[in-house]
C-alpha cells in the first residue's frame, strides 16, 4: 500500500466503495450506518453515510461523504467511538471529474 494515496488507498484498505455493511453491532447495540453519521456527531447537512465494517484486530470503520470538503472520509473507532485515524479523498476522483475540482474549497 505505500505510495497509493486517494481513492486506491481507501479501497485498498477497505475495499470497493460502498461494499460494507450498513449496521453494525457494537457493545450489543446494532446501529445503521445513518445512525453511526449521528453518534459521531458528523450529521451535518451536507453529509452522506456510506457503509461500514469491523476489520480485523476489533477496530471499526465508518465511511461517509463530507459535501463541504466533497471528500469521502473513511475514519476508523474503536468500540467506544474513539476516533483512531481517518484517510480522506476527493470525490471527483471516483468519478473522473478530479480535473474540474478545485483544489481549495476556501471555507
Not at 455493511?21 to 446501529?31: D, M, N
Not at 461523504?65 to 468500540?79: K, N, P, T
Request: hydrophobic share 35%.
Amino acid at each position: 500500500m505505500a505510495g497509493l494515496q486517494g481513492p486506491a488507498l481507501i479501497e485498498s484498505r477497505y475495499g470497493a466503495l460502498g461494499s460494507g455493511v450498513q449496521s453494525l453491532t457494537i457493545k450489543g447495540v446494532v446501529y445503521t450506518v445513518p445512525e453511526l453519521l449521528i453518534t459521531m456527531a458528523l450529521n451535518f447537512d451536507d453529509s452522506r453515510a456510506i457503509d461500514a465494517g469491523e476489520l480485523p484486530g476489533g477496530p471499526f470503520l465508518f465511511r461517509s461523504y463530507d459535501g463541504q470538503d466533497q471528500r469521502v472520509v473513511a475514519l476508523e473507532f474503536d468500540a467506544d467511538f474513539r476516533p483512531l485515524g481517518e484517510v480522506r479523498a476527493q470525490y471527483p476522483e471516483w468519478t473522473g471529474d478530479e480535473e474540474y475540482y478545485p483544489r481549495h474549497c476556501g471555507h
